[in-house]
Structure formats: structure tokens, C-alpha cells
């Protein structure tokens, strides 16, 4: 059986949803098609992938949700100054990227902050690990760089037997695991060779160009032999970040966050400002200049996705006009 929440009424957990079409599977891995009860389609949360809920049979072989159990997580993007929901009750996200032309540690640092946002835990995935090894070298010294304390699987499809043992003490009869990253990163590769079984097409790669073609245009939830759920995922095209919380943009630089404790200023925007212990640590060597970039914007980001456009428009403008008043700062004390 699988390890699901007890509930005085029968308990399913969605596994697929496209518009109000809902796909379930119950604790003795019996999978139906479900619907919405009518109150359900007006009280706001929709119930979503990796939702657990509550309801009964309904015409014959169907299942009839009428309950929203509560969420242990919830994942979420911002798309078009929205928040979009990815995934509930997810405990570990694997962050997948490949180590050849796919690599941006500036997009990883924004899943990182995704990841932070939803209360689950990070795992990095560098995929296509045979690339040449001064590059691969190169790009796990960058992701440990960036990502300090998260762990990072190394992988190559054509050692499944490495992949399982990796993947092996992340994926328990808790786990709920997304991956999530670009398109033909090697996400359904992986998923396959964990299930051992073809869950999800992979397209063949086109000669000429490494990044394969999408074939996953839904989000699918599995359960591995163990009990362990996996969802796969599409492409991200745009990884925005919600959440508001600069809180979270904190936990992915937790090295600018200590050192701005030093800056002379309170409001110190670590640009030319006496006494700035962060562009104190860049001279040092220590932090580089890219990473406090990446800082910088993610915090513009998180800043802007709870505003309106006009709001976002005005602390535009209040930015530019703020810098050039870099005068006017309020020592601490
Ligand atoms: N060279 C290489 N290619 C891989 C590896 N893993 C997956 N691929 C290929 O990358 C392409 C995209 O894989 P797929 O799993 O569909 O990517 P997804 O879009 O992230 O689900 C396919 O042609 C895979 O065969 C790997 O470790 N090395
Ligand atoms: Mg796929
Ligand atoms: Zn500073």
C-alpha cells in the first residue's frame, strides 16, 4: 500500500489534470478518471498534481473529488505576473541540468530559489555527464559555486546501474520528487531508467543539434516499485519566481546575506558605498561579481511579482533616481 494521509472517506492522490480533467490513484495503486464535485469548482484552490483528496465512487469507474486534503508544499512558478501552480506536496525537486549547452548556473540559481519558496528540498541533477572531462570538472566546480551544502547527482544514460544507487537514498516510500528543468535536458531519460520501465517517450536527438525534442506536454505523476512518487515534468520556458519572500533569495546566497551584515549601511546596495563588505569580499577575490549580479536581480524579481505593472514601472524609476542618491545612506548606529 502506499503512503497516503488517513481520512474518514476514501483518499486518492491526483496524478494527472488537464483542465477539469483529473486522473487519480488510490492507496492500493488502483489509478481512475475523476472530476470535480460542483462546490469544489468554486471554492478557489483547485485541486492539483500531487494533491491528496477525498471523495467516492461515481458513474460506474469514475471518482468523485470532493475534498482538498492540506498541502505539505506547494511549488510554483510566476508566469505573465501570475503564479502558476506546478506541484503539491512535492518533498524533493531534482534540479536538471545538462553539462553541456543547457548549463546556466544563473537559471539554476533561480530554480534554487523556486525550490526555497515551496518547502521542499533541492537536489541538482547535471545530466550528460560525457562531455569532455575538463568541462564536466569545470561545471560541477560552478554548480558547488553556486549551490553550496545542495546535493548534486552526476549522471549518464548509459550507466543506469550508477543512476539507481545515486538517485537511490532520495527516492523512499516518503518521497514525492519533481524534475524540473529545460526541455531535452534528459528529465524522462532518467525517470525511465528509475521506474525501469518506459514511462514517458524520449525523443531521439536530431543530428546537429543536442537538445533533443519535448515530448512530455504534461505533467505526470508515477509511483516507483518502493512507494517513492515521481512527477515528470515538461520544459520550464520561463523560470519566474513568486513567493515574494526575499527570504527565499536569501537561502540561495546565504555568503552575500553574512557579509552585507558587515556593510557600514543599513541600505547599503554593495555599489560603491563606503565600507562595503561585499564589494570588500569581490576585491578579496572571494565572491565574484557575476554571482552578486545574479543577487541582485533575483531580489529585483521576487520584489516585482507581488506588484502590479504600474507599481513595478514606479520602483523602476525610483531605482534609477535612488542610485544616483547613494549619498544619502543611514549608518547603522
Ligand atoms: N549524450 C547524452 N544524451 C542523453 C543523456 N540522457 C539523455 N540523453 C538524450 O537527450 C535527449 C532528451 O532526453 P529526454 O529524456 O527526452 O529529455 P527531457 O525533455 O528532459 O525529458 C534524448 O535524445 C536522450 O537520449 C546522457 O546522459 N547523455
Ligand atoms: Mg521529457
Ligand atoms: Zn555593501
Not at 545542495?150 to 550508477?162: G, H, R, W
Not at 535536458?185 to 543539434?209: C, F, H, M, P, Y
Not at 565600507?275 to 565574484?288: F, P, T
Request: glycine share 6%.
Amino acid at each position: 500500500m502506499l503512503n497516503f494521509p488517513n481520512h474518514e472517506q476514501l483518499t486518492a492522490r491526483i496524478i494527472f489534470q488537464s483542465h477539469d480533467q483529473y486522473r487519480v490513484i488510490f492507496a492500493d495503486r488502483r489509478i481512475q478518471q475523476a472530476t470535480l464535485a460542483g462546490r469544489m469548482q468554486f471554492t478557489g484552490t483547485m485541486p492539483l498534481i500531487g494533491d491528496f483528496v477525498s471523495g467516492q465512487p461515481y458513474d460506474r469507474d469514475k471518482f468523485l473529488i470532493t475534498h482538498l486534503l492540506p498541502r505539505q508544499t506547494y511549488l510554483t512558478r510566476a508566469a505573465d505576473q501570475q503564479e502558476q501552480g506546478l506541484a503539491a506536496n512535492v518533498t524533493t525537486v531534482f534540479i536538471t541540468m545538462s553539462a553541456n549547452t543547457d548549463f546556466s548556473v544563473n537559471r539554476l540559481e533561480r530554480y534554487l530559489t523556486l525550490v526555497w519558496n515551496s518547502g521542499a528540498a533541492p537536489v541538482i541533477v547535471l545530466t550528460k555527464a560525457d562531455v569532455e572531462p575538463e568541462l564536466l570538472e569545470q561545471r560541477q566546480t560552478e554548480v558547488t559555486a553556486a549551490a553550496f551544502g545542495v546535493p548534486l547527482i552526476t549522471t549518464t544514460n548509459t550507466v543506469p546501474a550508477a543512476i539507481k544507487k545515486a538517485f537511490a537514498p532520495f527516492l523512499t516510500a516518503k518521497t514525492t520528487a519533481i524534475f524540473i528543468g529545460s526541455s531535452g535536458v534528459g528529465k524522462s531519460t532518467l525517470l525511465n531508467i528509475l521506474a525501469a520501465t518506459q514511462l514517458q517517450t524520449i525523443k531521439s536527438i536530431r543530428s546537429g543539434d543536442d537538445k533533443g525534442r519535448h515530448t512530455t506536454t504534461t505533467r505526470n505523476l508515477y509511483y516507483l516499485p518502493n512507494g517513492a512518487a515521481v512527477i515528470d515534468s515538461p520544459g520550464l520556458r520561463g523560470v519566474g519566481v513568486t513567493g515574494s519572500t526575499n527570504t527565499s533569495t536569501a537561502q540561495s546566497f546565504p555568503d552575500i546575506v553574512t557579509l552585507a551584515r558587515q556593510c557600514r549601511f543599513k541600505d547599503c546596495q554593495h555599489e560603491a558605498e563606503p565600507n562595503c563588505a561585499v564589494q570588500a569580499a569581490i576585491k578579496r577575490g572571494e565572491l565574484s561579481q557575476q554571482r552578486l549580479a545574479n543577487y541582485k536581480r533575483l531580489l529585483r524579481e521576487t520584489e516585482y511579482t507581488t506588484l502590479t505593472s504600474r507599481q513595478i514601472n514606479a520602483a523602476k524609476i525610483k531605482r534609477m533616481v535612488g542610485n544616483k542618491k547613494n549619498l544619502r545612506h543611514r549608518p547603522k548606529r
